[in-house]
């Protein structure tokens, strides 16, 4: 216990799935934790949840894709906690097409969410982890920012952008005593994955691949990693990408 204790972290995307394990582990760890999400009801109720199990938490309602919303992210964080230590940028969508068959908005939507969300959220952050003298910067990527897939072409793509976006960051950033990092997580059973992971058996083979272990990854699974990146435990992990796939790249 105790691993982040007396940080402040900002978790987007917290409302549920990934981000809301995130958040809830990262404050059970002694962080104050801002969740922030578009679902205003969601997001609220995982931040209440933490308070309740005798956490801290605030949301702040958000849309990652929008610089005056991630202004107010900045400006509340600065008012509330008067600092920030870690910024996780969770937040993500997934279209499942091939990219010639990808309509040219729903390109863009999954670059606006997954790329420029992570730009703006760096580029809007840094600012108050310099006057923190430092923190930690962790981008969720995916495997799939690794190896290619069928059918999910803009998502691939924007999860590789995050990948060398991070390894960028890293260079420019070590100055101020900030790690960037990235997490490669493989299948993930969460709400943006349930239709997929059950259904049909055959869908499942399918989206399950080569991953080792015979079952999807938990989300809590990834956020252990999230809190090691997160806590000084990691204090010489910078421009790394660390992968939780259950042996799927391996294979």
């Known amino acids: 216990m105790g691993r982040v204790q007396g940080k402040t972290a900002l978790v987007t995307g917290g409302a549920m799935g990934m981000g809301k394990a995130h958040s809830e582990l990262l404050a059970a760890e002694g962080a104050k934790v801002f969740v922030t999400d578009r679902d205003e009801a969601?997001?609220?109720?995982?931040?209440a949840g933490i308070v309740a199990a005798g956490?801290?938490?605030e949301f702040i309602k958000h849309d990652v894709t929008l610089e005056a919303d991630w202004a107010n992210v900045a400006a509340t964080i600065k008012?509330?906690?008067?600092?920030?230590?870690?910024?996780?940028?969770?937040?993500?969508?997934?279209?499942?097409?091939?990219?010639h068959e990808t309509e040219p908005d729903e390109w863009d939507r999954v670059m606006n969410v997954n790329v420029k969300g992570v730009y703006l959220g760096i580029r809007a952050c840094t600012p108050l982890l310099i006057e923190n003298g430092g923190g930690s910067i962790i981008n969720i990527s995916s495997i799939y920012g690794i190896v290619g897939?069928?059918?999910?072409?803009?998502?691939?793509?924007?999860?590789?952008?995050?990948?060398?976006?991070?390894?960028?960051?890293?260079?420019?950033?070590?100055?101020?005593?900030?790690?960037?990092?990235?997490?490669?997580?493989?299948?993930?059973?969460?709400?943006?994955?349930?239709?997929?992971?059950?259904?049909?058996?055959?869908?499942?083979?399918?989206?399950?691949?080569a991953t080792l272990f015979d079952r999807p990854c938990q989300p809590e699974e990834v956020s252990q990693a999230v809190l090691f990146l997160a806590s000084d435990e990691s204090s010489f992990v910078h421009g790394s990408e660390m992968v939780v796939d259950g042996g799927y790249t391996a294979n």
């Open 42 to 47: 969601a997001g609220a109720a995982t931040a």
């Open 55 to 57: 956490g801290q938490a």
């Open 79 to 99: 008012k509330s906690a008067g600092t920030l230590d870690i910024l996780v940028n969770n937040a993500g969508i997934l279209i499942l097409k091939p990219v």
């Open 149 to 209: 897939a069928p059918m999910a072409g803009a998502y691939i793509a924007s999860k590789g952008a995050v990948r060398l976006m991070t390894k960028s960051c890293a260079v420019d950033l070590i100055q101020h005593k900030i790690r960037v990092n990235s997490i490669h997580p493989g299948v993930i059973d969460t709400p943006m994955t349930k239709d997929l992971l059950h259904g049909d058996p055959e869908t499942l083979s399918a989206i399950m691949g």
